[in-house]
């Protein structure tokens, strides 16, 4: 069967073995198979050769005994892997998702209609899950990559009975948990004293129980807002490191006591809050940012030099009942006070006496949709509020 003129010799296909002979441009058989030989010429050839020297490069990458060893979808798996050229780590990767080669710590299956966590490898510390269908948070999902560093399963449709309370208490290194956009009726229990940002906003949660977070000191940003809490009840003690915390869009009728003294931004905006307690701001010495705006404030609510404070940069009391500008530090540089009921233009709001070394450190000052306008304004204005760039009425 072959002549004189061979110029290559491979392997045979018997008793699973793959074998090809190359001979010349003679009519000869190229691959025998034990079945009638087919014989091929001149371009053909060439089609069949190019097409048998792939499939040998494929098997170098793939062990001709790899199904023996893994199941189809691994199979599946370390093929892709191996001719994508990742690394090792990637052939863990679950097929639901995405584990590139530049990011060898990340795992994305954001957007893929999961109804389910899926396996975590252990080499993984970035998990992205955020918009999928997933209900809950089944016990050990993650007891394979104790190393996680951030967890975000943002707008999905999670419930507070399907989330195990011990399902984050290994996670010893998690930084960041992103819960938002779900169905949660509580906060989670059990969360990790590592956690730094944790965001809990737009579910249904209706209340943070006392001593809740007693054990995060190391959380910094707390995001509860777009949820019906009507009060806190001291859950926020605890929080020693606490710097930013969003409770705007909720039910609020008060303002909550026992804030962390670290605290520096607030946003209890769109509630239905009334007052302000004396000597809020005395209490919180930090306190640079408050917005109140979009709740229930009217003067009698506001004690007399609430916000006269020297730390207060930013305060926002805008869509509320005001009738006059409350007293408000020198060293304030923005205030917004549009859509209220305000009808006068008090300078001794910003300034107690008027020369060249006393004056307000304002820059940005909104008055408009209230009962005033641009002749209400005294024209020493022009010394005390000389670093404000225009003022809005």
Not at 111 to 119: A, D, G, K, T, V
Not at 233 to 261: A, E, R, V, Y
Not at 281 to 293: D, G
Request: net charge negative.
């Amino acid at each position: 069967m072959c002549s004189n003129e061979t110029k290559w010799l491979g392997p045979q296909l018997q008793r699973g073995w793959l074998v090809v002979f190359i001979l010349g441009r003679q009519h000869i058989p190229l691959i025998h198979t034990g079945i009638p030989e087919r014989w091929i010429t001149g371009r053909q050839q060439e089609t069949v050769i190019m097409r048998a020297l792939v499939f040998i490069l494929l098997m170098e990458m793939v062990d001709v005994n790899v199904s023996q060893e893994y199941s189809p979808f691994q199979w599946l798996s370390q093929l892709r892997g191996r001719l994508a050229g990742w690394q090792s780590e990637a052939l863990d990767c679950p097929l639901e998702c995405d584990c590139p080669a530049a990011y060898p710590t990340a795992m994305y299956c954001h957007s893929r209609n999961l109804q389910h966590i899926p396996y975590v490898p252990s080499h993984i510390k970035y998990v992205y899950l955020q918009r999928n269908q997933i209900t809950g948070i089944q016990d050990g999902v993650f007891d394979n990559a104790p190393n996680l560093v951030w967890v975000i399963l943002s707008h999905n449709q999670l419930s507070s009975e399907k989330i195990s309370d011990s399902v984050f208490v290994e996670l010893g290194s998690l930084v960041r948990l992103y819960l938002d956009n779900n169905e949660l009726t509580h906060v989670p229990r059990n969360l990790p004293r590592s956690l730094t940002d944790l965001r809990l906003s737009y579910n249904k949660i209706t209340n943070i129980s006392s001593n809740l977070f007693e054990s995060m000191s190391n959380l910094t940003t707390l995001q509860l807002q777009g949820n019906d809490i009507e009060e806190v009840d001291g859950g926020l003690t605890g929080l020693k490191s606490l710097m930013m915390l969003d409770m705007s869009k909720n039910k609020l009728m008060k303002i909550p006591d026992n804030f962390p003294k670290e605290l520096q931004q607030l946003y209890l905006d769109h509630n239905n809050i009334k007052s302000v307690p004396v000597g809020f701001l005395t209490m919180y010495p930090k306190l640079q940012f408050i917005r109140l705006s979009h709740n229930s404030l009217t003067d009698e609510g506001l004690p007399s030099n609430v916000f006269n404070t020297s730390t207060l940069v930013e305060l926002d009391l805008s869509f509320n009942q005001l009738e006059k500008i409350p007293l408000v530090s020198r060293n304030l540089e923005n205030l917004y006070l549009h859509a209220n009921k305000i009808k006068e233009f008090s300078l001794s709001s910003f300034c107690d006496t008027i020369d060249g070394t006393n004056f307000s450190r304002l820059r940005v000052l909104r008055l408009d949709a209230n009962k005033i306008s641009a002749r209400d304004i005294p024209v020493e204005a022009a010394y005390c509020l000389r670093l404000v760039s225009s003022v809005n009425v």
